[in-house]
């Protein structure tokens, strides 16, 4: 999988056009407990734009965190666009979390495509929420620009307007 731990020295970074799949869970640690997987993580991020665009992430080992999971474990997250991605995960597919004292802001998820395999497409976990979501929808491979079902703001109010 794909793990970004940015700091405050990398202003900008695009993840772009990965395919992550067939990830293997396992046991590990002592006492052993169950793996937690997720095809890509963002724990930090300062910087002024970090872009994942037109990425497949799969999480399917039924020990998933999510496809995408972006939680504040290192540090604060900040401007964060996600556009144009497939996530599909036996967890959730997108889940946003606020934790360890640490905070998110300005976080944008614009015409992606969830698989909604597991508990659902997204949510939120403390903290503000997302900045905008928009054109965000359950892959239907039947349908014009694999648009299903709109999947509403996770978590509350979200504006539309990238």
């Known amino acids: 999988g794909i793990c970004y731990f940015g700091s405050s020295t990398v202003p900008t970074s695009i993840i772009e056009q990965n395919y992550v799949h067939d990830l293997r869970g396992g046991m590990y640690g002592n006492p052993l407990q169950q793996s937690h997987n997720e095809s890509a993580t963002i724990r930090s991020f300062n910087g002024t734009?970090?872009?994942?665009?037109?990425?497949?992430?799969?999480?399917?080992?039924?020990?998933?965190?999510?496809?995408?999971?972006?939680?504040?474990?290192?540090?604060?997250?900040?401007?964060?666009?996600?556009?144009?991605?497939?996530?599909?995960?036996?967890?959730?597919?997108?889940?946003?979390?606020?934790?360890?004292?640490?905070?998110?802001?300005?976080?944008?998820?614009?015409d992606n495509r969830f698989a909604i395999s597991g508990y659902g497409a997204a949510y939120v976990s403390r903290g503000p929420g997302w900045a905008v979501w928009s054109n965000n929808y359950i892959y239907d491979q039947n349908a014009t620009d694999a648009k299903g079902k709109v999947v509403s703001c996770p978590g509350g109010s979200c504006a539309t307007t990238p």
Not at 52 to 77: E, H, M, P
Not at 79 to 103: C, I
């Open 49 to 110: 734009s970090l872009v994942w665009r037109n990425n497949k992430l799969i999480s399917t080992t039924g020990s998933d965190s999510g496809a995408l999971f972006i939680q504040t474990i290192v540090g604060n997250i900040e401007n964060v666009v996600l556009e144009g991605n497939y996530f599909e995960s036996k967890g959730w597919d997108l889940p946003l979390e606020s934790a360890y004292g640490n905070t998110y802001s300005n976080m944008r998820a614009i």
